[in-house]
Each structure stands twice: as C-alpha cells, then as structure tokens.
C-alpha cells in the first residue's frame, strides 16, 4: 500500500502525470450517462478531480487542472462526435475546459491547507455554484449546448426526477456537486466533518422531503399515438417508403398522431404536391395526423430548414415549425470564412441551414383536442425550450431526431433519456422519435411508458401517453437555482472583495502611523 500510495505522489509530483490525471478525473463522470448508465457513480465521480485542484500548490496550477479535467469531461460526453469531427473534436474539448479553470481556482481556494467547518460550509454552497456557472455558459447553443449536463445523468431515478419537476436539470447538478464536495472534506479534511455531514443530512433530507410531499401532475386522460422508426435504410426515397408501409400497419389501432423521425422527408411539401397527396392519403389511411420532418428548401425563402409539418386527411395544416437552435458544425459552421476547413478534416456541414424564428404549438386533429409541442433532434436538449411550450398550452411534447451517424455509440440512448428529464421538468409526456432508434415514451413523472425501440429495430409501435394537469414548479419558478447559484457567488465575491480593501487601507494605515513615528523620531 505505501509503495502505490508512493508511486502516485511520484506521479502527480510530474506535470505530465498530473496533466494526465487530471484529463483522466475529468472524463470519469461521463460513465454516468447512457450507454453505461452508471447513475449512482456521479455522487462520488468529481472526487478524484477535487482533490487534485485542492492540492494544487499555486492558483496557476489549480487552473490548470481545472482546464485539463474540463476538457477530459467534454471529451468523454462527446467522444461519439470523434468520427465527425476528427480531430477538431480535440480543439473544441480544449477550448471549452477553459471554462473549468476558474472552477479549478475557487475549489483550491476554499479548501487547500487544512480549512476550518466556516470554510468548508461555504465550499458546500460556492463549489457547486461555481460549477453550475459552467454550465450555464456552455449551454449556450453556439458553444455547443447543454448536453451532458450533470444532472441529466439521474434521468432514470424517480427521487431526483421529483427534484427536476422543483427545480430543473440545474437542481440536479447542484446536488450531486453538493454530495462530492461533501465527500472531499469527509475524507481529506478532518477537522471540519461537521460541515461534510451537516451538508450530505441537508442534502438526503431535502431529497426525501421532495419525494414525500413535493406536488406531483394530475392525470388528465390519455392519448394514443405512434412512433415510427423505419431503422438503417438507405435513401431518402427507400426511407419513405419504409415510413409509410409501418405507419399503415398502424391501421386500426385508434392512434390519434403518428410522428415520424427528423429529416423523415426530404422535400418540402408546399413545392412537391404529389408528396403532399401521398401523405394526406396516408393519414386517411390510418385515421391519425401524421408529424413529419421535412428537410429542404421553402417555397419563396432561401436556404434549407429543418421543419416540423403537421399533415392531415386533407394534406398539410398549415401548422409548421423551424427548427430554431442548430447544432453547430452539424447544421451550420460557426464564422465560416474562419473555421470552414472543419469541412476538410470531418463530416461538418458543407452549407448552413437556417433557423426558425418561434417556437409553436400545433393543435391535432379536426377538434384540435390535443396540442403538440414540437422540438427538432438538439433542442430536447433545452429546458427552456419545453417550458416556453408548456406555458404556450402543449399537452405533449415531442422531439423528432436522427442519430443515424452515430448509430453504435452512446449517443442515441443519451438523447432519448433527455426526454424523461423534459417531461419530469414540465409535467407533460414526451415522445422521442427517430429514423433508428432510441425511440421512447416517457410520461408526466419522467416514467418510461411502453417498450423504447432500440437502434437495433425498425418498426412501429403504439403508446397510450398519460396526460397531465398543473403546472410543475419548475414551469412556475423557472430556474431559481442559477439564480440562487449566482447571488451565493456574487455575496461572496462582494465579501472577498470588502475584506481585502479594508486590509489594504489598514495597511495603508498602519504604513502611514509608523512613518510618522520615524519622522518624530528624527525630528527629537
């Protein structure tokens, strides 16, 4: 036990071996998510990388293992981009760690040396403020978007899904950095277990008491739809076909909506009546409205959109939403006079496509009894996108995407957990559909409803959704707990800074009183 305890001081004591366990501490919480779905790991997973940035001697170095664990992280959670991106996936990864680097400062800050119970409280509040922070700066859509967000690794724990419908994906998050950083003075710091055990007690009690009496939906009725996920076909054309054949089996079934999966079409209708015709044909056929995705040019707008269309017995509605949040060197490149060699070394997007400009909420059906909030691929990824629907009157969400590029990674089962977050935010269902798969139906609570179809299937299957009345908390309040995370921050920062000006006039005062003294001393 010495000589290994040895050899890792020996290791960390090299820059190299800190640098490559620092990238290595980063990367450990991306075994929360789908496919491994380890979900209990994320409340031990940051330990490892805690205690290297609270070891760190110098600020500079703290930043810096800050720096390599975050870019160790987004590495891990996007590693299945790797085939796309090559080797600008590596770049992206280290640009975005650079975030983590003041995280890295403030965790050696507050709990380097040997802190007292004082210190180590505020490090229970201000380390998982601070990580939140970095969240919610790389949420933002052009730095790539909120995917693998801490907290949505708890998708499948009904305890923490109760949490969500408080407080969000970021209540989430704030919790489980809460209980790692508890876990670090529990074991490093003796002195203040106080502070580590009156934290994880705060934490179970707050979780429990979410469980017990937190509100919960009121069921309101159900409604029957379809997925259909025509799995790997080659061809636009061939995947059409498939899409039709599986939604007439749906013949007969009292389904009152049939989604298909993003970019299912490859025309616009308003250009193509003969598509138009067939579709409209084939929700006759089956007696439901069909939600496609088109992807292609509009008719008198330039540009290709990723669009949600409606289409009825009668052709389309007219009811259509543009995608709005592309997902960046997939959809578009960001400052393409710049960064357009992307398309040289990966499968970045060789032309931009556009965006919508709002979100809308499509009424089904000739009595329009049930409203559907439509979101494309990416964007079920953003909680505030399924709250905006919400409060616009959607019954049911749902997320249309394709993963077919990255078929036998992590990535399909990823995306379609965050619909279990969504719907558990919101207090509405939500349908995940896709060309292949992960398909899957989750409804008010975040509880998966019927069997998900996996990327190994084509097939149409049939879903009885539960509806739901109320309004979550989290749709009410909205997200109080950046907020919270932002003022604990700025108190403390305001703190901090109070503290050390008053020292320096102090300084200045006592500097000023002794020479003084040496002037009288001359003087006499």
Not at 18 to 33: E, K, Q, S
């Amino acid at each position: 036990m010495r000589e290994a305890a040895g050899w890792w001081e020996r290791a960390l004591a090299s820059p190299w071996g800190r640098g490559a366990a620092a990238v290595a501490a980063g990367a450990l919480p991306a075994l929360a998510f789908p496919a491994p779905a380890l979900w209990w790991l994320a409340y031990v997973a940051l330990v490892p990388w805690l205690l290297l940035a609270r070891s760190a001697r110098t600020n500079r170095r703290a930043a810096l293992d800050g720096w390599l664990g975050g870019a160790g992280f987004m590495l891990a959670v996007h590693h299945w981009l790797l085939p796309s991106l090559h080797v600008f996936i590596l770049v992206l990864a280290a640009l975005l760690g650079l975030l983590w680097a003041p995280w890295g400062v403030l965790v050696r800050h507050l709990l380097h040396g040997a802190p007292g119970v004082r210190r180590c409280a505020e490090a229970l509040v201000l380390v998982p403020s601070g990580w939140l922070m970095v969240e919610l700066v790389r949420s933002w859509e052009y730095l790539g978007g909120p995917w693998g967000l801490l907290g949505a690794s708890q998708w499948q724990v009904p305890p923490a899904l109760r949490l969500a419908s408080i407080g969000g994906v970021w209540l989430l998050s704030l919790v489980i950095v809460a209980v790692n950083t508890a876990l670090v003075v529990l074991v490093a710091l003796p002195r203040a277990r106080v502070s580590a055990v009156a934290g994880l007690l705060v934490c179970a009690v707050g979780g429990g008491a979410a469980w017990l009496w937190a509100p919960v939906p009121r069921v309101a009725g159900s409604v029957r739809i379809g997925v259909v996920q025509p799995g790997e076909v080659v061809g636009a054309e061939a995947r059409i076909a498939r899409g039709e054949a599986l939604t007439r089996s749906l013949a007969g079934h009292g389904v009152q909506l049939v989604v298909w999966g993003e970019s299912s079409v490859n025309r616009d209708l308003s250009r193509s009546p003969a598509m138009a015709a067939r579709l409209a044909a084939l929700s006759r056929d089956v007696g439901a409205d069909l939600l496609v995705n088109v992807d292609g040019r509009h008719a008198g707008q330039p540009g290709i959109y990723k669009s949600s269309v409606l289409v009825g017995p009668h052709g389309a509605t007219g009811h259509r939403y543009d995608k709005m949040r592309l997902v960046p060197f997939g959809e578009y490149i960001p400052l393409r006079s710049v960064l357009g060699w992307a398309t040289h070394v990966g499968k970045a997007a060789d032309q931009n496509r556009m965006r919508g400009t709002r979100q809308v909420v499509m009424p089904v059906g000739s009595a329009g009894g049930l409203r559907v909030g439509p979101l494309v691929c990416f964007e079920s990824a953003f909680p505030d996108m399924s709250r905006q629907l919400v409060h616009d009157g959607a019954q049911l969400l749902v997320a249309q995407s394709s993963t077919s590029t990255f078929q036998d990674s992590w990535a399909p089962a990823q995306h379609a957990s965050l619909a279990a977050l969504r719907a558990a935010e919101t207090w509405r269902p939500m349908a995940h559909a896709t060309l292949t798969g992960v398909s899957a139906v989750y409804g008010p609570r975040g509880e998966p409803v019927g069997d998900r179809l996996g990327t190994e299937r084509g097939a149409a299957a049939v879903y009885d959704v539960p509806l739901a009345e109320g309004t979550s908390p989290y749709v009410r309040l909205g997200d109080w707990a950046l907020y919270g995370a932002m003022a604990a921050l700025g108190v403390y920062a305001v703190v901090k800074g109070s503290r050390a000006l008053a020292s320096r006039r102090g300084a200045r005062r006592d500097g000023t009183a002794d020479d003084c003294r040496r002037e009288g001393t001359r003087q006499i």
